[in-house]
């Protein structure tokens, strides 16, 4: 079962009515997806995806699971949707016209992937561990890639200090900032929305 589970939460997300386990069900008020994130999504900078059945998972954890396919999203994750909110938020209040992210991972490609379809200049510095697949896709999706530093700390130390010297770019943290984490949340309002039954709500989300 940890095999099969560790390969799932990799790429996907898992969920389980709270209903089976006798929880409470989700009040009417809860926040309906499209008031979340309304401009990025109307704009087609993330989808909303699908909620379906694991019947082998189901079967070995005894209780229903359902995968949230984010996989579906243009850059391959969730991080899309976090991206998208971000960074269509800078471009409308701010007048951002370049991004500068510290990624080797779905963020950077996520960062990459949004920044372009707001016409934004996307650059990207990475450590020397990236995965040159990795460092290919970003530059298959127009991004400036740099690869800089051992590790992450000092591959994001150079894009703060490129920030720094260019007034026309503006720093974007791959996990750390409120923009991020409500573009993020729109995946649970979904599934909210999605689950078989009124009221439902997940008693256990996992993701990697």
Known sequence: MRPLLA??????????????????????????????????????LFIETPL???????KLCSRPVYLKLDTLQASG?????????????????KGTKKLISSSGG???????????????EVSVIVPESTKPIVVNKLKSL??????????????????????????????VSPYDHQLLWTGHSTVVDEIVQQLPGVGNTPAMIIAS
């Open 7 to 44: 390969s799932l939460t990799a790429f996907l997300f898992l969920f389980i009515p709270s209903s089976v386990l006798g929880f409470g069900k989700m009040s009417s008020a809860s926040t309906s997806p499209s008031t979340v994130a309304s401009s990025s999504r109307e704009a087609g």
């Open 106 to 120: 779905n963020a950077g490609l996520a960062c990459a992937t949004v920044g372009p379809k707001l016409g934004m």
């Open 142 to 171: 127009g991004a400036d890639v740099t690869i800089h530093g051992k590790n992450w700390n000092a591959a994001d130390e150079l894009a703060r200090k490129r920030v720094e010297e260019d007034a026309e770019a503006e720093y």
């Open 52 to 58: 379906v059945s694991s019947s082998e998972l189901t």
């Open 77 to 93: 994750s969730f991080k899309d949707r976090g991206m998208a909110h971000l960074c269509e938020t800078f471009k409308t209040q």
